[in-house]
């Protein structure tokens, strides 16, 4: 007599079936494939619309020549930028104002974001909101305002003489560097603060009346917990603002005069008026190696926090 086995019984502690090993295989491999996925249309714009540019521009400035005719490649474009004497002056002329610009913005900007960020209350949001309007203001507009305020039939000249200050128009006031100074520090102030401010936020405000409870005054406070904190913000800045302080030509051409010339300025009268497409093309790729500096330096800049 056969007897019957019981039947079986899953146990309640046991878990789901093993997967299969090629479901297992194929599934890390999709894991591992799927981020190079993701990136491959931004990198391929990237190569389409900053590279490949950035190629032709090179090829131009060493002779290479709109029509792609192979030619003899020449660095005297180059060599010829760095030897002239007045790209020199106009160099060191850019670097002094954008310096001083972005040094203004900073002194400015960061105070703001730090009200914006901790002191404001209910008026951070119409702060915000008020730089985000300030920037659209066409850029060609804000120009021209500050030449209605400066000129000589401006609104600070007729101020002064109305209240008996000056006897006639001063013409200091407007072509000259410092003149471009003030338009480029109010131009871009904006894209100094957002990012600052931002930063801020992120920071737990605790630390600071954790600071004041250790005896550490305003200025230690700043240098150890504000401004390392708030780095990675004054890198952003730094590379939305001082790059483009570099190849502001408009700004320069409306407000700075014979004194306030830019290399943005050169680039434009090279490749526009003088119609030298290859020296242009030589001086913007300069800049951009330049730019690439600022960049590096506004990175080490960030990590100021992390430094020994």
């Known amino acids: 007599m056969s007897v019957a086995s019981p039947p079986t019984v899953s ?70 930028i760095f030897q002239d004497p007045l790209y020199r002056d106009v160099a060191v002329t850019t670097i002094f104002i954008a310096s001083a610009a972005m040094v203004a913005q900073l002194v400015v900007g ?8 901790f002191k404001a209350g209910r008026f951070e949001l119409p702060l915000v909101l008020g730089l985000v309007v300030l ?18 039939e401006g609104i600070i000249n007729g101020s002064l003489q109305w209240l008996g200050v000056i006897d006639q128009p001063m013409d200091a006031l407007l072509f000259n560097e410092a003149a471009v100074i003030v338009v480029l520090s109010t131009s871009w102030i904006t894209y ?3 990012p ?13 009346q954790a600071a004041s409870d250790l005896g550490a005054g305003w200025w230690t406070t700043a240098r150890r917990i504000l401004l390392p904190l708030s780095a990675p913000g004054i890198f952003v800045a730094i590379l939305l603002v001082y790059i483009p302080l570099f190849t502001d030509f408009a700004t320069p051409t409306m407000v700075g005069g014979t004194s306030g010339y830019m290399l943005g300025q050169a680039v434009n009268d ?16 300069i800049l951009l190696v330049c730019s690439g500096l600022v960049a590096a330096l506004a990175y080490r800049l960030s990590r100021i926090n992390k430094l020994d």
Not at 110 to 117: D, E, G, I, N
Not at 196 to 208: C, E, T, W
Request: hydrophobic share 55%; aromatic share 10%; no cysteine.
């Open 196 to 208: 600052v401010y931002a930063s801020m936020k992120a920071i737990d405000a605790n630390l600071f």
């Open 11 to 80: 146990s309640p502690m046991a878990g789901p079936p093993a997967p299969e090993r090629g479901s297992a295989k194929s599934s890390g491999r999709l894991a591992r494939w799927l981020p190079a996925a993701y990136l491959t249309v931004p990198m391929a714009l990237l190569v389409v619309l900053f590279l490949v540019p950035m190629v032709i521009l090179f090829l131009i400035s060493v002779g290479l020549g709109i029509g792609f005719t192979p030619t003899d490649w020449t660095l005297d474009k180059y060599v010829g």
């Open 270 to 285: 090279l490749v526009l008026a003088r119609g030298d497409l290859a020296s242009g093309a030589a001086m913007s790729f």
């Open 110 to 117: 960061v105070p703001l974001a730090y009200v914006m960020a």
């Open 135 to 152: 920037d659209g203001l066409n850029p060609v507009v804000r120009i021209y305002a500050w030449r209605m305020l400066l000129g000589r």
């Open 192 to 194: 100094t603060v957002i």
